[in-house]
């Protein structure tokens, strides 16, 4: 409920002047998330502007998947329907995966407390004297989560057609030994791409809305066996849904990290064959 009187000044509260009665280290999570969001998002945000070395045969940054505008030959599997389009081809599509990102559950507890500070933690008084919590705009849209849980399993879908296409042979001129190329390619690249789209689908199958699409508005699980198992599984992943959020952020991050150093000739693939 939206209200002006609430809280630890609420006068139905006790009188209190500390701002906390803990005695542990309550602000290191919220630094912690401070500090690790913002480098994910100013690193995020210059790669998608760059608009370039995104592609390094036969990997695909995940930022830049599907790459639906005017790019470089190799990167587009689904065409250029935006080829048209001016900016950087990241900008097209990333409003998918970070919408689903910035609306998450998670990450809303995670950074509500470390950029508002509403609250920092768990016993320790917000700063703020007002309250409305997700009642209004802007962060009444924060209700449009599920939605974008749609649209991440499309990505995850893209990213997992990439990850198939990341073990395709190289052409000649990438082979390695005498020559010869193999039948199929497995480098380094190739082990984060499944690292990270393991993590993506943890991510995105742990989700609260994906439960609650599954399981949600039953009465009677005993009627409806097949998605009482699948909401046991969603589940039972759930409970680890703040750690595949962190560890699918790294890996994506990785992963173009990896691909933007050997697109600009920093380093060479690690070739197993
Ligand atoms: Fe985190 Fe849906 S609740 S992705």
């Known amino acids: 409920m939206a209200t ?3 809280g630890v000044t609420s006068p139905t509260r006790a009188r209190i002047d500390a701002r906390t009665l803990r005695q542990d280290r309550w602000w290191l ?4 998330t401070f500090v690790v969001f913002s480098a994910f998002v100013v690193y995020a945000t210059v790669r998608a502007f760059m608009g370039r070395d995104y592609y390094a045969t036969p990997y695909l940054s995940p930022f830049y998947s599907p790459c639906l505008g005017d790019c470089v030959e190799g990167a587009s599997d689904f065409g250029q329907p935006f080829a048209w389009w001016p900016l950087s081809a990241a900008l097209i599509i990333l409003i ?4 689903f990102r910035m609306t998450c559950y998670y990450y809303r507890k995670a950074y509500y407390r470390a950029f508002w500070l509403s609250p920092p933690a768990c016993g320790v008084a917000e700063p703020h004297g007002s309250y409305s919590g997700e009642t209004r705009f802007p962060l009444i849209l924060q ?3 599920r939605w974008f849980w749609y649209a991440a399993v499309l990505v995850g879908l893209v990213l997992t057609f990439d990850t198939v296409l990341a073990f395709r042979p190289m052409p000649a001129e990438y082979a390695v030994g005498d020559g010869e190329t193999s039948g199929i390619h497995m480098g380094l690249g190739t082990l984060l791409m499944i690292a990270n789209i393991t993590f993506i689908w943890l991510y995105t199958l742990s989700c609260h809305s994906c439960r609650h699409l599954v399981g949600g508005r039953l009465r009677h699980f005993s009627k409806h066996p097949v998605r009482y198992r699948l909401w046991t599984w969603a589940s039972r992943l759930n409970e ?3 750690k595949w959020a962190w560890y699918s952020l790294f890996s994506v991050a990785i992963v173009d990290l990896y691909v933007f ?3 600009t000739g920093t380093i060479q693939d690690v070739r197993f064959f």
């Open 4 to 6: 002006t009187d609430h």
């Open 29 to 32: 999570s919220p630094l912690t």
């Open 143 to 145: 209700n449009v989560h």
């Open 240 to 242: 680890s849904h703040g």
């Open 261 to 263: 150093l050997l697109a």
């Open 96 to 99: 998918f995966p970070l919408g």
